[in-house]
């Protein structure tokens, strides 16, 4: 068994100290969504999730980050912040790109630059049109790479009580333009693939309270957990058609940021085991590259028999595993060697870990 053991440590190095273990869990929770949606069931009751799971990480961890390196590293490196993310974020999408030029995905070869550039929710809008279709999916991370411009800016020249009203301001203008938009004229694109926002926010607000002990004690509590649970998955007991109302919507994002301070000051039990379980970690660690190269592993399927994979428990298989083996070569060829490189830019002046508010360690994730 030691052959299983080496593999092991190939795949799943040991991770630096104060890494959130429990997130990487969360991580792939919502990859797993991302997959059963497009590949098994298109119209899920709880179809919200996803997304929204993926927002509220994203907008929490990216505070936890920046604010981390702003308030315990003596100053905050914006510009190795943008060097770091493009070195994570830029290589599987130019791997996307490349692949849908070379085979003309859907017409891929007309349009790559919108995709490559991190404008593809903005040709989706003005289009009215996925198109191509294996690119349908980037505009969630189009949303996020976009908060990624600015938000660091606000971190490093705003005060604490200032960066909490813009993220108020910007978490209720995304709940109005996302709710409220159609009586503004602003149709369902963009309130779709650019206005919706508001869960990054809500994960940079739950971030920002985290910092206050006794919302902490309350919100990561056991009771906490069940309200948020009973909330998310209340469209499996309660009247049909509530998981595609804007109030489901709006109650998700609170409760999922209930679950991810919770992931993030660690749960106990199984659900803790679970969410650190070393397939959670590994997934998470490829989830990007699965993300990224899904749909244009779908299209070759596609390609070989047209009629053979209709979406179902098949395709969800067979896709999906597909999709893990590209998404792990990618790892290793192309993602983690380029991410070694981040260790040159830190985003901080001393990269010491230091006591986070709930006196564990903190460190980028």
């Avoid at 379980?277 to 993300?291: C, H, N, Q, T």
Wanted: hydrophobic fraction near 50%.
């Amino acid at each position: 068994m030691n052959w299983i053991k080496r593999l092991g440590a190939v795949l799943l190095p040991p991770e630096p100290p104060g890494r959130r273990l429990q997130l990487d869990g969360v991580r792939a929770l919502a990859m797993v969504g991302v997959l059963y949606v497009h590949f098994w069931d298109k119209n899920p009751l709880t179809e919200n999730l996803r997304v929204s799971l993926f927002f509220v990480v994203s907008g929490f961890l990216i505070t936890h980050i920046l604010w981390s390196a702003k308030a315990y590293g003596g100053g905050l490196r914006v510009v190795n912040f943008y060097i770091r993310r493009a070195l994570r974020l830029f290589p599987p999408l130019a791997v996307l790109v490349a692949v849908g030029v070379a085979f003309d995905m859907d017409g891929f070869r007309q349009l790559w630059p919108w995709h490559l550039f991190q404008m593809s929710n903005f040709y989706f809008v003005t289009s009215e049109t996925l198109r191509p279709w294996v690119a349908g999916h980037l505009w969630s991370l189009n949303i996020v790479e976009q908060f990624y411009l600015f938000w660091p800016l606000v971190i490093l020249f705003l005060p604490l009580r200032h960066i909490y009203v813009v993220a108020i301001t910007l978490f209720l203008t995304g709940l109005f333009l996302h709710s409220l938009g159609g009586h503004l004229s602003v149709n369902g694109w963009w309130k779709f693939f650019v206005f919706s926002f508001d869960p990054i926010f809500a994960g940079v607000l739950f971030y920002l309270l985290a910092r206050h002990k006794d919302f902490v004690e309350v919100v990561a509590s056991r009771p906490a957990l069940v309200v948020a649970l009973l909330v998310v998955f209340s469209p499996l007991y309660m009247w049909d058609g509530l998981s595609q109302s804007e109030a489901y919507r709006m109650a998700c994002q609170p409760a999922l940021g209930v679950i991810v301070l919770g992931a993030f000051v660690g749960y106990r039990g199984p659900l803790g085991r679970l969410l650190q379980s070393r397939i959670a970690r590994f997934l998470s660690k490829i989830s990007y590259g699965v993300y990224m190269y899904h749909l244009a592993v779908y299209w070759a399927l596609l390609q070989l028999n047209p009629n053979g994979f209709p979406l179902g428990p098949k395709t969800f298989l067979i896709a999906s595993g597909l999709t893990v083996i590209a998404a792990t070569a990618s790892w290793f060829l192309v993602e983690e060697p380029l991410s070694r490189l981040k260790a040159r830019f830190p985003t901080k002046a001393d990269e010491r870990p230091e006591p986070a508010p709930n006196g564990t360690l903190t460190s980028e994730s």
